[in-house]
């Protein structure tokens, strides 16, 4: 529980924008803040002080702490809740859109919530209202991605769920994630963390103590939620051990896979929950993931593909795909050093993807188009001289790349004759992020046509949170990929995840190759690939369709132009 103080200095803060939203008056408004500010601070909990001792409170705010501390609340609050409807209070954060536009738009045109406000932007609504001109249209829209976006990209997700299952640890038997997490999603709304415990009150108990909680949200016997940084929240619950796969199937999700199984369940006359599947009282499996995915008569599912898109009726027909592992991979075709941006030596890499146990390792530092890198053919033919003595130091094959700038009209930094001199060239968009579909889509095509161009890298050019994606006619591109035998990157770069798991699948369909790689910039940076391969996994790729899982003669009859 938040303190009472917190508690109620926040709600002091939404009367304060309430009260100046619906026309009161500025003083006022001012020292309502005053007040919340001075009760968070006060040291002492609001229920065991006298409140006029606190700085700022007035007698007026004192009657409404006193009824805060008898009822949760006040009425001029709930008055004002009343009056200004909670979509509208969401309309009003809107960073690029203000309050007073906000209400002005509540009350002329009935917009009531960001929601409705995109609409009315997309429907032509606004044009023609006083101060909506394109341009702050297209930075409302903005604006209002900005605000619904909670989400975390799996890396600080992941991060953090490991960090919570290692303190948890000595209090539990079995310990999973599971949700999006599990399903290897790129953003993660929460994480969910399932357990056995022998105490699991202790175990509550623990969860709460966590010295990194920011908030606990809420907690009882089997259920604890609390957040942390990035505003992001862990739930971790307890399940009994005998049916432990069932919570597991259950929390995993989604929960349109978990709809869909449900389903079949019925239709069996049985019943599925977190705890088991049931023919009457009796439980038929529950232990484990496999146990209850057979009894319904279904293989198990990777968790990847549980999104009910297709999955289930292929497991049905015996036909799921073998998915790639992290352990297939024998190669990273898409790596830097510090020749530009990478922060460690040559050398250091390669000892690292040597000890990774790759069989293959291509060095693809930045080509001079991309100018604050200073890179030039000297340096990269200098680099490439190096490579012989490493590749016998470390025994692994070592390929001479370099990661290509895609110009805004497709062609790429150096002539045909300096290209067919590395052994892998990987292809960018690193500017014009914002050229119209057509342009973009033409770009793509031009860059893929060149003999020498064997893998796109990053293709959306998308950083999670950061940058959208660029605009591209996909299907466009991606018939050109595969026609032109040209492969498509998946960064594992868990900020990026480029290309997202969708349009791996839509490029799939297309009979588009694939590498998963990790951009690393530094050695650690080796270690993402599991990012990537769980987007491969989520896009229905096999081994085959990974050209780095591929033997090296295989590989390099890949990479002739
Ligand atoms: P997130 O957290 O937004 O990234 O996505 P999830 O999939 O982790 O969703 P979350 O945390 O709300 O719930 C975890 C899993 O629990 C979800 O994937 C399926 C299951 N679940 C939650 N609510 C329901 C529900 O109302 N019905 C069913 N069948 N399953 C649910
Ligand atoms: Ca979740
Ligand atoms: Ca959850
Ligand atoms: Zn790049």
Same mark, same amino acid.
């Given at each position: 529980m938040a303190r009472a103080n917190d508690e109620m200095a926040a709600l002091l803060d939404e009367y304060a924008s309430l009260f100046a939203l619906t026309g009161g008056d500025a003083f006022r408004v001012r020292s309502y803040q005053k007040a919340a500010k001075s009760i968070a601070g006060f040291p002492d909990d609001l229920r065991e002080?006298?409140?006029?001792?606190?700085? +700022?409170?007035g007698s007026a705010i004192t009657g409404k702490v006193e009824e805060f501390l008898r009822t949760g609340t006040f009425h001029q609050l709930e008055r004002l809740r009343g009056e200004v409807p909670e979509g509208v209070r969401r309309l009003t954060k809107i960073p690029t859109l203000g309050p007073k536009k906000a209400m002005m738009l509540f009350q002329d045109? *009935?917009?009531?919530s960001p929601e409705a406000l995109v609409a009315a932007i997309e429907q032509g609504r606004?044009? *023609?209202?006083?101060?909506? *001109?394109a341009k702050t249209e297209a930075n409302i829209l903005r604006g209002v991605e900005q605000l619904t976006q909670t989400r975390v990209h799996a890396g600080v997700a992941m991060g953090i769920a490991k960090q919570v299952m290692r303190d948890l640890a000595p209090l539990t038997r079995r310990m999973e994630y599971a949700g999006s997490l599990r399903r290897c999603?790129?953003?993660?709304g929460d994480v969910d963390v399932l357990a056995t415990a022998d105490d699991p009150l202790a175990l509550m108990e623990a969860v709460r103590r966590l010295?990194?909680? #920011?908030?606990?949200v809420a907690s009882g016997p089997a259920k604890t939620s609390i957040r942390v940084e990035h505003g992001l929240q862990v739930d971790v619950r307890v399940v009994p051990e005998e049916s432990f796969g069932a919570a597991l199937i259950y929390f995993t999700g989604s929960k349109e896979h978990n709809v869909h199984i449900r389903e079949i369940a019925v239709r069996q006359g049985r019943k599925l929950s977190e705890y088991g599947l049931f023919e009457g009282d009796l439980?038929?499996?529950?232990?484990t993931e496999e146990e209850v995915y057979h009894a319904l008569g279904l293989p198990w599912i990777p968790p990847p593909l549980?999104?009910?898109? +297709?999955e289930i009726e292929a497991a049905r027909r015996g036909e799921l795909p073998v998915l790639v592992q992290? *352990?297939?991979?024998?190669?990273?075709l898409h790596t830097h050093t510090d020749?530009?941006?990478?922060? =460690?030596?040559l050398a250091e890499m390669v000892a690292a993807a040597a000890a990774r146990g790759y069989e293959y390792y291509a060095v693809t530092d930045h080509a001079?188009?991309?100018?604050?890198?200073?890179?030039?053919l000297e340096k990269a033919l200098a680099q490439r001289a190096e490579l012989p003595a490493l590749e016998r130091r470390y025994g692994l094959r070592l390929l001479h790349g370099t990661e290509l700038n895609i110009a $805004?009209? +497709?062609?790429?930094?150096?002539p045909a004759e300096i290209l067919a001199g590395f052994d892998v060239c990987v292809a960018s968009v690193h500017?014009?992020?914002?050229?119209s579909r057509e342009e973009m889509t033409r770009r793509f095509i031009t860059a893929c046509e060149n003999?020498?161009?064997h893998v796109i890298g990053h293709p959306t050019a998308r950083k999670i949170g950061k940058r959208p994606s660029v605009d591209a006619d996909w299907d466009a591109v991606f018939k050109a990929c595969a026609r032109t035998g040209t492969a498509l990157e998946i960064d594992s770069f868990p900020d990026r995840n480029d290309l997202p798991a969708d349009l791996v699948r839509l490029a799939r369909t297309h009979g588009v190759k694939f590498s998963v790689d990790?951009?690393?910039? $530094? #050695?650690?940076?080796?270690?993402?690939i599991p990012y990537g391969i769980g987007t491969a996994q989520r896009g229905w790729?096999? =081994?085959?369709?990974?050209?780095?899982?591929?033997p090296v003669d295989r590989l390099l009859e890949f990479l002739k132009p």
């Open positions: 002080t006298d409140i006029r001792r606190i700085p +700022g409170v045109l *009935g917009i009531d606004l044009a *023609g209202v006083r101060g909506f *001109g999603k790129d953003t993660i010295p990194y909680v #920011v908030e606990v439980r038929v499996a529950a232990a549980r999104e009910d898109t +297709g992290a *352990g297939d991979l024998r190669g990273d020749l530009t941006d990478g922060v =460690a030596t001079p188009n991309l100018a604050m890198q200073r890179m030039t $805004a009209d +497709g062609t790429v930094d150096w500017s014009h992020f914002t050229q003999p020498y161009v990790s951009d690393a910039h $530094a #050695v650690p940076h080796l270690a993402n790729l096999t =081994a085959d369709d990974v050209v780095n899982t591929w």
